[in-house]
């Protein structure tokens, strides 16, 4: 279970309006039939990407890009960076009563990204890592975006896939990943690997290593609020924002790093893989072993069936949130107020933490979860749907998607099964 | 037309035939949730008794569903020193040979809480408190 002081709600197959058979077949038949649909009437390429949306209203617009809201968003970002630091080195020392652990497991690893999906790429517009780099590049009287080094293009986000799979590795592995010191280490190690890269190769580095600012910048693909290739800030359809994404190496690992490792995440919380694998007494390695088994899995089946791996990436993408969503969404509600609670405590002791669990209701976070994985899906489809009108000459749009639709179908399949797996 | 037809029926078998797999092992039925203690008598708390030997947890590690309010005895026997952990609720008892720890809490949140051991880091079992 993700760092395993966290606890998830409850809401299991008992919790259903119908029997899970019955939810089952229903999210593949919808799957099935958006495929059928959009063979159907969607012949040709609907989608405009990057040159679609309508402008905000002026006066917003000019608010939102304004430097003073810019430089507010960085002065917050500084003051939150600033404040966990003094929570680890000055805050009490039990990871169950520090508030960083809940930080940077819940705050910044589930909510900052589905936030995200709402608002636009929230890490980037308050990341600290990007101040401190920019501060020092003026101190050095140079532009942030130049490095020592140019970037190898090929590299593309290869470097924020590393980071990631380091990341929940860290999130989902090691037996005291919930404690100060192995939270201290993981910022003090983020901290570096960001600034480092970003001296070595300028601030592009950020977009493309920072694990926290890749996962940001990529939910965000999904929000209504974008950015048009003119530079003005619309409201757009967000299938138009997702077929915007830049394809770049390392975009596919990317999304399979975050899907796999979400899939591991509900593998290992259920009784049986905890049975199987604690009696062994290298649980370490197991866990190890099954988290990198996932994501080579899915990312060799994704490899195979998408035939493209990285201009069919971006169909992935909703699929990875969506189930995150489902995943994570009772453990955002229960651990984000209990995170909260402990940093306005400020390490005074006032006995145990009082939850509000309305919002992660057994029924509703059932019938959420069921949701959230079929609408990534089928936006997933449908985003996979025009990229294939595009790429494939017209009459072998159908057959050209068909095995990619049929490694959707067993990611429901397989995805539903294993969140309601116990 | 008459292959995306063809197409049409192959998913909704494959649908079925995949649908029908998972539902063989009938889903815990809705009265596992309600234990017998508590219908026959209500003052009575909800037993959980675990055995540790070794690395070795019996009954296997599972899942004890759990009414929201309901009283909760864990009673734990244990070869070797170790402390008993209740995530969540945060409530420890020490345990050894000869020297069993009992919690006894009523599970006013909701949630899915872990049961642990504290030096050799065993899952005892799983709390699905609704």
């Given amino acids: ?422 | 037309m008459h292959a995306l037809n063809r197409i049409t029926v192959l998913f909704l078998l494959v649908a079925l035939a995949l649908t029908a797999c998972s539902d063989t092992p009938p889903a815990t039925p809705p009265s596992a949730s309600t234990p017998p203690s508590a219908s026959t008598a209500p003052s009575q708390a909800r037993a959980v008794e675990i055995t540790i030997r070794g690395r070795n947890v019996s009954p296997p590690p599972g899942r004890v569903e759990v009414a929201k309010g309901e009283k909760v005895r864990l009673v734990v026997h244990s070869d070797t020193g170790d402390e008993v952990h209740v995530h969540g609720y945060d409530l420890t008892a020490k345990v050894g040979p000869g020297n069993d720890a009992v919690i006894e809490f009523a599970a006013t949140q909701t949630g899915l809480f872990e049961v642990e051991t504290h030096e050799s880091g065993l899952v005892l079992t799983q709390l699905a408190v609704r």
């Fill in chain 1, 1 to 422: 279970m993700i760092a395993d002081f966290l606890a998830h709600g409850v809401g299991g197959r008992q919790d259903l309006p119908v029997p899970f058979g019955y939810a089952l077949a229903g999210a593949l038949v919808a799957l099935a039939a958006t495929f059928i649909i959009l063979t159907r009437s969607w012949p040709r390429s609907r989608l405009r990407g990057a040159a679609a949306g309508r402008p905000l209203p002026p006066g917003l617009e000019k608010v939102l890009d304004a430097p003073a809201t810019r430089i507010a968003l960085r002065v917050l970002g500084l003051a939150f960076a600033g404040w966990v630091l003094a929570e680890m080195l000055f805050g009490p020392q039990l990871g169950r009563d520090n508030a960083a652990p809940g930080t940077l497991y819940v705050w910044i690893w589930v909510c900052m990204p589905l936030l995200s999906v709402l608002l636009g790429p929230i890490w980037r517009l308050i990341s600290p890592m990007r101040t401190l780099h920019a501060g020092l590049s003026r101190l050095a009287g140079q532009g942030p975006d130049r490095g020592i080094l140019t970037m190898p293009q090929r590299w593309g986000m290869w470097p924020g896939a590393a980071a990631l799979l380091a990341f929940v590795w860290l999130e989902l592995v090691p037996p005291d990943r919930g404690s100060v010191p192995a939270v201290r280490l993981a910022f003090a190690l983020y901290a570096a690997f960001t600034l480092l890269g970003a001296l070595l190769f300028g601030s592009g580095w950020f977009a493309r290593a920072d694990p926290f600012e890749v996962y940001s910048t990529l939910a965000a693909r999904l929000s209504p609020l974008g950015r048009r290739d003119d530079g003005r800030l619309v409201l757009r359809n967000p299938f138009d924002g997702l077929d915007a994404t830049p394809v770049v190496p390392g975009l596919a690992a990317v999304v399979i790093v975050l899907l796999g490792s979400t899939a591991f995440d509900s593998l290992s919380s259920a009784p049986q893989w905890i049975s199987l694998t604690q009696g062994s007494g290298s649980k370490l390695l197991w866990d190890t072993g099954g988290l990198l088994g996932f994501v080579g899995v899915l990312g060799a089946c994704y490899a195979v069936c998408s035939r493209r791996p990285r201009e069919f990436a971006h169909s992935i993408l909703p699929i990875a949130v969506g189930y995150v969503l489902a995943h994570y969404y009772s453990l955002a509600i229960i651990e984000g107020q209990r995170t909260f609670i402990l940093a306005v405590r400020g390490g005074r002791d006032t006995g145990l933490v009082v939850l509000d669990t309305t919002l992660a209701n057994p029924g509703f976070v059932a019938v959420l979860q069921v949701v959230a994985v079929v609408a990534g899906h089928i936006t997933g489809a449908v985003a996979a749907h025009d990229r294939a009108t595009r790429v494939y000459p017209p009459g072998k749009v159908m057959a050209g998607q068909l095995p990619l639709l049929l490694l959707m179908l067993a990611y429901t399949y397989a995805g539903l099964t294993l969140l309601f797996a116990a």
